[in-house]
């Protein structure tokens, strides 16, 4: 009896934490988001330009990472796009960044990047040029 009790038991801990992890990684809300505080800004345009731009190039326009401007991420679901910067993409050099951004964060610089509107560093060195697309 004491045996079934403690099996029940730890069958109930397990689904427990089989349910806890079947939650989607990411619960985004819709509509956008209230926006980092102006330091926290600040900080995230500048891993935008020095770490994503490592890769994403300068103006964003793609170099080892596929190009992160308004035209390449236009109808591209935000939530997946989201999940690729909070996870990183699996067998890419795409990083998961889910160490430094909060969800909320990600979904922030999602909406400001398929805006054509990404953080900038400081109005005098940009991280990316206001209309880099349409710039010769
Ligand atoms: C070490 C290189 C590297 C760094 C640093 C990096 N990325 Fe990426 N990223 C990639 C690569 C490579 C891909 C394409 C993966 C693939 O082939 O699917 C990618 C894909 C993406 C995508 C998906 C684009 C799409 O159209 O599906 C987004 C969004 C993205 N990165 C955002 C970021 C952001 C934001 C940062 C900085 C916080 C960042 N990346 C930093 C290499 C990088």
Redo the contacts with the bound molecule.
């Keep these: 009896m004491r045996n079934g009790l403690q099996r029940l038991l730890f069958l109930l801990a397990l689904a427990w934490v089989l349910v806890l992890h079947a939650r989607p990684l990411t619960r985004l809300e819709s509509g956008p988001v209230p926006a980092p505080l102006p330091a926290r800004q600040m900080q995230i345009a500048h891993?935008?330009r020095d770490?994503?731009g490592?890769?994403?190039g300068l103006t964003l326009k793609g170099g080892?990472?596929?190009p992160?401007t308004r035209e390449?991420?236009a109808g591209?679901p935000a939530q997946s796009?989201v999940q690729?910067?909070l996870q990183g993409?699996p067998g890419?050099?795409?990083?998961p960044?889910a160490p430094f951004?909060s969800e909320r964060e990600a979904q922030w610089?999602?909406e400001q990047?398929q805006a054509g509107t990404p953080p900038a560093v400081s109005p005098d060195s940009p991280a990316v040029p206001a209309s880099s697309s349409t710039t010769p």
């Excluded at 890419?92 to 990083?95: F, H, I, S, Y």
Aim: proline share 4%; hydrophobic share 65%.
């Design positions: 891993w935008l770490d994503c490592a890769c994403h080892l990472g596929l992160l390449a991420l591209k796009l690729t910067v993409r890419t050099a795409m990083p960044w951004l610089l999602i990047l």
